[in-house]
């Protein structure tokens, strides 16, 4: 077990059950420079969080290329540096509290983040999960809803929210 964080371990940034059905070994074995990375996301976005509203591991986190070739479009995501994860939150009496998370970062319970992603909500706002990104190079605060509503998938909302 390697602790890259007070309260995570780097398993829990590297899981991928598409990972482990495909075979693909190399999942398991990122590059230093992506576990240093992986180390900033853990204490500087996931710790806060955990100390805020419980326990919780990442849904996904760290994707090596040929993971991410199977899973996303994009040649250029986070999750492929290990500058990312997504989460869909759930309080202990089952509730998706993912919306509320959200609300928290935005009021300032995280200072900088390079990407917050409010991902498919629902009538009522609550997103399926978000993605939530750390890149000491781009904390730009960016702030993104994608909508299945929207015809281009995503509304920005960057200067809005921007710190």
Not at 63 to 73: E, H, Y
Request: overall charge positive; proline content about 6%.
């Amino acid at each position: 077990m390697t602790k890259i964080s007070p309260n995570f371990e780097l398993s829990e940034f590297i899981k991928s059950e598409t990972a482990m059905r495909k075979g693909i070994k190399e999942q398991y074995t990122p590059p230093k420079e992506v576990v240093d990375n992986l180390m900033l996301l853990a204490q500087n976005i996931a710790e806060p969080i955990r100390t805020k509203f419980g326990s919780f591991s990442p849904t996904q986190g760290y994707r090596c290329p040929r993971l991410n070739k199977l899973i996303s479009k994009s040649t250029k995501s986070e999750h492929l540096f290990g500058k990312a994860f997504d989460e869909t939150f759930i309080d202990a009496s089952g509730a998706n509290i993912s919306r509320q998370v959200f609300n928290w970062i935005l009021a300032g319970g995280l200072k900088k983040w390079s990407k917050l992603i409010l991902e498919y909500p629902d009538k009522n706002g609550v997103p399926r999960w978000l993605h939530i990104g750390y890149d000491k190079d781009n904390l730009n605060n960016q702030v993104l809803v994608v909508d299945k509503e929207n015809p281009n998938g995503i509304n920005y909302f960057t200067s809005k929210y921007s710190k």
